[in-house]
């Protein structure tokens, strides 16, 4: 009998607990103008503002404590995106073949890309992390950074369902997708921003080699990003190695990605 009162008188307690929590979460979210603006960019609000919070929360800030963390968001949003993609695709290109959608498909969903869409939203700067992150640069490794866009989704689609998420990921890829359909492809360009957002410094360019008589010469190139090859590309000219050397370096970041 004193064991069922302490319970019953648990239970309030376990309730108002859970109150407080929640109404120091709206009021958290309320507090930081960021989340805010953060919700207008993607064009979705969260209405469970403890779901935003959990989509912006690294493991490494959870451990130990009684906070819910991202993983499985970001599991979820993986999913979703893979979804997505492949529906915007089919209906751009439905003359495609399977093979032709899922290099399309690589193209897009890869932790590069996830990363560069990531820092676009500031996600760095909103995430709460652990110490040990923190010190490590967590902010602005790309794998957190696509696992932090990806969980958003994720919490989106949790909350709003597929349309909702779907919408999210047209506004966000389709200027992406259209290049693709227009044949537009400036490797140099797109690597250029990648390495400032990933390693604040651009690409050094060298001509390794000039191949053959000068009216049929061959330039070969070679990338190097913070000291280390990441790309070597041959061509007709200097600028067609470049964006040859420019390609494969991408594909080697998706590939560590």
């Not at 597929?162 to 389709?174: H, K, L, P, S």
């Amino acid at each position: 009998m004193i064991e069922e009162e302490g319970a019953r008188r648990a239970v309030p307690e376990v309730l108002k607990s859970e109150v407080r929590n929640l109404k120091w979460v709206r009021s958290a979210v309320e507090k930081e103008p960021r989340l805010d603006l953060l919700q207008k960019e993607v064009g979705y609000l969260f209405a469970d503002p403890s779901l935003l919070l959990r989509c912006l929360t690294h493991v490494s800030f959870a451990r130990g404590k009684r906070y819910s963390h991202n993983e499985t968001l970001e599991f979820l949003g993986d999913a979703v995106l893979d979804l997505a993609i492949s529906d915007l695709l089919m209906r751009r290109f439905p003359e495609k073949s399977e093979g032709d959608l899922s290099k399309m498909r690589a193209s897009l969903v890869n932790a590069a890309t996830l990363a560069e869409k990531g820092t676009h939203l500031n996600l760095g700067d909103l995430l709460r992390l652990g110490k040990g992150e923190e010190r490590s640069g967590g902010r602005r490794k790309k794998s957190i950074l696509a696992g932090a866009f990806e969980a958003l989704l994720g919490g989106i689609y949790w909350e709003g369902g597929y349309e909702a998420a779907r919408r999210v990921v047209e506004r966000f890829f389709e200027s992406d997708i259209r290049e693709r359909k227009l044949g537009q492809q400036d490797y140099k360009t797109r690597l250029q921003e990648i390495c400032q957002m990933l390693f604040h410094a651009p690409p050094d360019y060298r001509i390794v080699a000039e191949i053959g008589p000068d009216h049929e010469k061959h330039f070969v190139t070679e990338i190097a990003v913070g000291g280390k090859v990441m790309g070597r590309g041959e061509g007709r000219s200097k600028k067609q190695s470049e964006q040859e050397a420019a390609r494969k370096a991408l594909e080697e970041l998706q590939q560590a990605g």
